[in-house]
């Protein structure tokens, strides 16, 4: 599976973002999908998950209530719709495909996209 994450850019405070994650390759419905994100300096870090099938999602604290996992099965894409953000949330964001649990785990996925830059300005 190729994924290509896309969407990012500069926002204020409190705004939105939605970013994408196009797949190729593969059947694309018969993976999870996550989306981890990494600031300078730190570790990438687990930010939203959606299964397969069912679309059971799942989120990390920091970000439960102001972002939503989606996903769009006939168009190979998956999502994440980003509100309330804050500077915080600035990061290099990442999808990834992979097949096997937890959910949190970079370990857990084994196909990656590039990132797409995400900038929250206070």
């Known amino acids: 599976v190729q994924l290509q994450a896309s969407g990012g850019g500069l926002v204020q405070a409190g705004g939105s973002l939605r970013l994408s994650c196009a797949a190729s390759?593969?059947?694309?419905?018969?993976?999870?999908m996550g989306w981890f994100r990494q600031a300078p300096g730190k570790e990438r870090e687990f930010v939203a998950h959606?299964?397969?099938?069912?679309?059971?999602?799942y989120y990390a604290d920091s970000v439960k209530g102001r972002f939503t996992i989606s996903r769009d099965n006939a168009k190979n894409t998956a999502y994440l719709q980003m509100n309330t953000l804050k500077p915080e949330d600035t990061a290099v964001y990442y999808c990834?495909?992979?097949?096997?649990?937890?959910?949190?785990?970079?370990?857990?996925?084994?196909?990656w996209g590039q990132g797409t830059l995400v900038t929250v300005s206070s």
């Open positions: 990834a495909a992979g097949v096997i649990s937890p959910a949190y785990r970079t370990d857990s996925y084994n196909y």
């Open positions: 390759g593969r059947p694309f419905s018969t993976y999870a």
């Open positions: 959606i299964s397969w099938n069912v679309g059971i999602t």
